[in-house]
């Protein structure tokens, strides 16, 4: 992960100030929204885990309706920018008493009046920003401008929202121009790398009028105002549901049809569609990666960088989609097996910007098999000469089919495959990956667990009426038994989480990664609203509300709620922050703790832990890639809490020329040094019977990476491709390889060289 890319990722994300509101397909009038609102309320005072009723008291002076309110404000306008403090005080008198009786009134006026006030506000601070831009910014004066503002008092008034919004769009103007600057000098190495006879520079912007500073901030508000103008009653009702839900824990949440349908897609690993991955890009939805296997990939016609500009439905007329919410343009893109889209493509590759291209293809079903369980074999070499198979199993989540009518999938299952031939392979240690795992089935992490231990308890869970009950394996039967490392980081959280303690209370595993992970304790049930509307109010496909029923609990008897799960071998990562977790997110629920449970432990992790904390330790010191990682996390650290950003451009260009030249002397100190002796196999579920695994190389980045940033030109990128490096994982190798010998076992000689 780059420092820069990641800072600067999370400063534009706060620059752009306002995030629009999840739209929700047509659910009836609004009158049967206010049915699913009163619904949706019933279900979260009955069944929540916290059993608070709407004009409960939560905090001194504070109902559960007013924190619905608040969150509600805090949804629309996240970073405090548009609503003032007197538009605040006034919608607390006026709503803030009543909105527990409007709510179960089925009144959801407050709700829009809201939503009126915050577009109005949106619409004038559009309009004054068209005039900012036309300043003529000297950016040479010692000003800077707060990126982070959720935690900021709301401007007292205008004047004062005037004064923060003009160091922001400054800002934003000093961004855009070194942006340009980063894309001319990337297209001036380009052609001089090309050796182009011409000297033109080459188009890259893909026929596309080219925008200047000015343009681009300006259109970037002007598109934000047009998707809040497309929200309608029934999307503005969404977003209100899901801030009453939040207001009760933050993983409570209603879903709309449409985040339902993806959310099941999610569980699923499939869809049916056209095998597309979309980004917004200066109005149009572009393709950023065409699915493996997928209806387009398979039609040859789409291609990557191509710009959708309309989308027909069979034969039927075309629907311009430029400056369109990405999502609803998904939704016209996705549709039922066998049936035909047709897009209308400003192609990328195309020598004429104006001509468009129409490409038919057929829906099919699409298998999303980037998030599917992955495998890897690393081969080492020791010190002393001596060769170790180790086997890696990526989990990028814990998926089900659910029982929602999706392809059959099960992580369990899958898991079973891969680690069937990692065996045939003759690995002599398995690490299981869930960094970034946000977990999933609780089923599954069950299951799963079942796998590495004998028959027993492997987590335990509270109801709101303080009954306890016990989610066991069942099956005495083992599937590895050999020393097992799971791998997590700040962001393996839930599912991840039940997985990894079970394993660590039993002995069986040793934790390694961030000091502790994400923190999530709770589980939750999907309510469809359709089946608990008064039958005079059916709304066909109605959305679905994600309850919070339970807290889950170690077999220990403490819970990994707020605490997550506290790693046995700490390796130093960029992810390894105070704000990120369950702590840093609204409303979560205590950490308590229940009875342990008794149960056998199996495994000699716990024994051999000081032996292997002591030899990682002392490589993590000498490691150079560790120094970088403190190095870049204590700097990240500290720009975090500047929370500001200079509006200086020599300043601004001081640090990227900082930055670059960082990370050139890194790039060159890494061409003298050698990595990890490691040879490495790649194994998926399609190639988990091939006769022979393929090589791969380690140095790649994955292909879904959270940190890495594709969207925007980085200034301080050095000239030559930066290789990709995981020393977390090449540690983890290494203290599996310390963990094989410190048994004692004989390496493996005969390697399996097919599948069964």
């Known amino acids: 992960m780059k420092l820069s890319a990641l800072f600067r990722r999370t400063a534009l994300a706060v620059l752009l100030a306002a995030a629009p509101a999840a739209a929700a397909p047509d659910a009836g009038t609004d009158g049967k929204m206010g049915e699913v609102a009163s619904t949706v309320a019933r279900m979260l005072e009955s069944a929540h885990y916290s059993r608070q009723r709407l004009n409960d008291e939560v905090e001194p002076g504070i109902t559960q309706a007013r924190k619905a309110l608040d969150r509600y404000l805090e949804l629309l306008d996240y970073n405090r920018l548009f609503f003032t403090q007197e538009d605040i005080e006034e919608f607390t008198k006026t709503y803030g008493d009543r909105l527990q009786n409007d709510i179960m009134l089925s009144d959801l006026s407050a709700a829009h009046r809201i939503y009126d006030r915050f577009l ?70 380009k052609n001089q790398d090309q050796d182009d006879a011409s000297g033109t520079v080459a188009d890259n912007n893909g026929g596309l009028p080219k925008r200047t500073p000015k343009e681009q901030v300006q259109r970037r508000y002007e598109r934000l105002l047009k998707s809040l103008q497309e929200e309608n009653r029934e999307d503005q009702a969404s977003t209100f549901l899901s801030a009453l839900a939040q207001s009760y824990d933050p993983h409570s949440e209603y879903m709309s049809q449409r985040a339902l349908d993806n ?62 919410k990405l999502d609803k343009v998904v939704e016209r893109i996705r ?141 005495p039967g083992v599937l590895w038994d050999g020393p097992l490392i799971v791998l997590m980081n700040r962001l393996s959280a839930s599912a991840s989480e039940i997985f990894a303690a079970a394993l660590q209370d039993y002995g069986r595993a040793i934790v390694v990664g961030d000091e502790k992970s994400f923190g999530k304790g709770t589980v939750q049930t999907l309510l469809e609203v359709d089946r608990f509307l008064p039958l005079f109010a059916k709304a ?32 130093p990562s960029l992810t390894d922050q105070p704000d990120v977790g369950e702590g840093a997110l609204k409303n979560p629920l205590a950490y308590d703790e229940v009875p342990a449970r008794s149960f056998a432990p199996y495994g000699n992790a716990d024994e051999l832990l000081p032996g292997l904390r002591a030899a990682s330790e002392a490589r993590v010191a000498r490691n150079p890639e560790f120094a970088y990682v403190l190095e870049d996390r204590a700097r990240l650290q500290e720009r975090i809490e500047e929370n500001s950003v200079s509006l200086n451009k020599r300043e601004r260009l001081a640090e990227i020329e900082e930055e670059k030249t960082r990370r050139e002397t890194r790039l060159a100190e890494r061409k003298t ?10 194994v998926t579920l399609d190639t988990v019977k091939a006769p022979e695994l393929q090589p791969v190389a380690l140095d790649k980045p994955p ?30 190798v290494l203290i599996m390889q310390d963990w094989i010998q410190l048994e004692g076992k004989p390496p493996v000689t005969a390697r399996a060289g097919a599948a069964e």
């Not at 699923?268 to 699915?291: M, P, T, W």
């Not at 050698?674 to 790649?682: H, I, K």
């Open 335 to 475: 549709g039922k097996k066998g049936t035909t889209v047709r897009l209308q493509v400003l192609s990328a590759a195309s020598l004429d910007p104006s001509k468009l291209d129409v490409i038919p293809i057929v829906r099919d079903e699409v298998k999303l098999k980037d998030e599917e369980a992955k495998a890897q074999i690393i081969d080492t070499t020791g010190d002393d000469g001596r060769e170790t198979r180790v086997g890696i199993i990526t989990l990028p989540s814990f998926y089900a089919d659910m029982g929602r009518g999706g392809a059959p999938k099960s992580t369990t299952r899958d898991v079973t495959a891969l680690l069937n031939r990692l065996k045939r392979e003759g690995i002599e240690g398995l690490i299981i990956d869930l960094r970034r795992d946000s977990g999933g089935s609780l089923e599954e992490a069950v299951r799963l667990t079942g796998l590495f231990i004998p028959k027993g308890p492997v987590v335990l869970a509270k109801d709101t009426n303080g009954s306890i009950s016990e989610m066991k394996d069942p099956d």
């Open 540 to 571: 066909r496909q109605s959305g679905a509300v994600k309850l919070t029923i339970q807290k889950f609990y170690r077999i220990k008897g403490g819970s990994t709620q707020l605490r997550g799960v506290a790693s046995d071998i700490v390796l």
């Open 263 to 324: 959310f099941n897609i999610q569980m699923g690993l499939s869809l049916v569609g056209i095998g597309a991955e979309l980004r917004s890009e200066d109005g149009y939805a572009k393709i950023q990666r065409l699915v493996p296997g997928g209806p387009a990939e398979r039609g040859g016609k789409l291609k990557v960088n191509d710009r959708i500009v309309a989308v027909a439905q069979g034969d039927g007329e075309f629907e311009d989609v430029v400056d369109m």
């Open 703 to 732: 292909k879904r990476s959270s940190f890495e940033d594709t969207d925007e030109p980085d200034p301080s990128a050095p000239d030559e491709e930066e290789p990709y490096v995981d020393p977390v994982r090449d540690e983890a």
């Open 673 to 682: 040094r050698r990595g990890p002796a490691f040879a490495a196999l790649e």
């Open 120 to 189: 109005e506000r949106v619409a004038a601070r559009v309009d004054k920003i068209k005039k900012l831009v036309e300043k003529d910014f000297t950016f040479d004066s010692d000003r800077t401008a707060q990126i982070n503002r959720d935690k900021a008092p709301w401007p007292a008034d205008e004047a004062e929202a005037d004064a923060i919004w003009e160091a922001r769009v400054e800002a934003e103007m000093l961004q855009a121009i070194l942006a340009e600057r980063a894309l001319e000098e990337a297209a001036a190495k």
